[in-house]
């Protein structure tokens, strides 16, 4: 289990209470209990064996959601679901069916069979396009911090990649969520045949599928062109504007242009680097950052979750802090659908992988792994135990962001470790298992 030292008696306490709450969301195989319950059916419709499986979405619902699953999917790998993260993505891969227009199916209950709620009919589903995409980036995240063949050779998981990112048209209805929609924002009633949010998950999802068929023996150069092709076509004629509130976010259906603040399609651009670095990425972070905080900000906690990630992917340490400590400050809060903000899942799931991907900035890859301290300066030093990597764990620490030791507590595997530094050249060094190796910004005393 991952244990956590740190200077600051806060993230300590932050990451304690976020462990052991997302440790009380998770469903042992075979357990039994009631599927189909919701807001109108509190009792369900009945008992059924359980998957390996965790709540992500609502805590009064008796299932798991693709967006809710896929933020946290990272979580969930830290906390030793590693075997929930594979049964579930294969229930939305499975579900993915011509008959269903390959979309996965939205919501399922922890049997695997489809949340009732949410699934009216093949025809009449909840469908939110970015989640098609994002399934397929955290699937090949999933597999750098596993390390299992089963994300690559799995038949069903191969198939709903390739058709996720060649067959499905990436524009939507605009007539509602159970027609199809382009934005995981869902209350904004504009409308939206393309969203940010949709773009962004889509130029992920070719990332992935690049470096999944690579895995796999085949060539992804294809898959790399198509995403660097989306990312210039995004940036030339997509989404023009320099001013923040007229970058474009979305297209109605009617091919009018969507400017302004927009939540999830606003954040996801820059959360799914979709914006070339430069002015106007910096700039379109600052009004993420202000209208989150202001009047228009989201009502429901969850949303913040993603803000975090968003600050960290930029280097921008002490915004990402923040928006942790916001979360974490209102977990004992009334939620807007009811319970508390902290009974929703993503809320402990996301700080989690917050703390170890964002804080700490452990990039995975198979049989190596990258470091870069986020620490802001209020946090002196930090340090996380038992992460598992691969077939292995391993142990972090950072002081600042200027020294980084990493532990090899694996009995077998050795890791390649690049470790990094802000404005200095990264260092790169073989830990044995059993050993620890310090290293020092170059040009800093060691």
């Not at 990402?320 to 009334?334: C, G, I, L, S």
């Amino acid at each position: 289990m991952m244990r956590i030292g740190s200077a600051s008696y806060e993230l300590v306490a932050m990451f304690e209470w976020a462990r052991a709450r997302a440790l009380r969301l998770r469903h042992v195989g075979g357990s039994w209990g009631p599927v189909d319950v919701d807001e109108h059916r509190p009792a369900g419709t009945g008992q059924s064996r359980y998957l390996p499986s965790y709540w992500a979405g609502y805590a009064h619902r008796s299932g798991f959601y693709a967006r809710d699953f896929a933020h946290q999917i990272v979580g969930a790998h830290l906390l030793g679901m590693a075997e929930a993260n594979l049964t579930m993505l294969r229930c939305f891969a499975a579900s993915a069916t011509p008959e269903h227009g390959f979309h996965p199916v939205w919501a399922f209950n922890f049997d695997g069979s489809y949340l009732s709620i949410d699934y009216r009919g093949p025809d009449s589903f909840v469908r939110e396009l970015p989640a098609v995409y994002e399934l397929v980036e955290k699937a090949g995240t999933a597999y750098r911090w596993t390390w299992d063949r089963a994300y690559v050779e799995d038949p069903v998981l191969w198939s709903y990649y390739r058709n996720a990112v060649t067959e499905i048209v990436p524009r939507a209805t605009g007539r509602g969520i159970f027609q199809g929609v382009a934005s995981y924002n869902e209350l904004a009633g504009e409308h939206l045949a393309e969203a940010g949010d949709s773009v962004g998950s889509r130029y992920q999802a070719y990332l992935a599928m690049s470096a999944l068929s690579r895995a796999r023996g085949l060539d992804g150069e294809d898959f790399a062109c198509r995403a660097a092709e989306l990312r210039r076509h995004f940036n030339e004629v997509w989404s023009v504007g320099e001013n923040p509130a007229d970058l474009v976010r979305g297209y109605t259906v009617d091919g009018a242009p969507v400017t302004g603040w927009g939540c999830e399609n606003s954040w996801f651009m820059p959360l799914k680097d979709l914006i070339e670095p430069g002015p106007r990425n910096e700039a379109y972070l600052d009004f993420i950052d202000g209208q989150a905080a202001g009047p228009e900000r989201p009502r429901n906690i969850e949303a913040y979750t993603y803000l975090p990630d968003t600050f960290f992917r930029h280097d921008r340490n002490a915004a990402a802090w923040r928006w942790m400590r916001h979360v974490f400050d209102r977990r004992a809060e009334p939620h807007v659908a009811g319970g508390l903000n902290g009974d929703y899942p993503e809320v402990s799931f996301t700080l989690v992988s917050q703390v170890v991907e964002g804080l700490l900035g452990v990039t995975p890859d198979v049989n190596a792994v990258t470091t870069l301290s986020h620490l802001p300066d209020d946090i002196a030093w930090a340090e996380v135990s038992g992460i598992p990597l691969g077939d292995g764990t391993i142990t972090v620490r950072h002081d600042g962001r200027t020294a980084t030791t990493l532990t090899n507590t694996s009995s077998e595997t050795t890791y390649r470790w690049e470790a990094r530094f802000p404005d200095a050249p990264a260092v790169v060094t073989q830990v044995a298992p059993g050993q620890s190796a310090l290293v020092t910004a170059p040009g800093r005393p060691g």
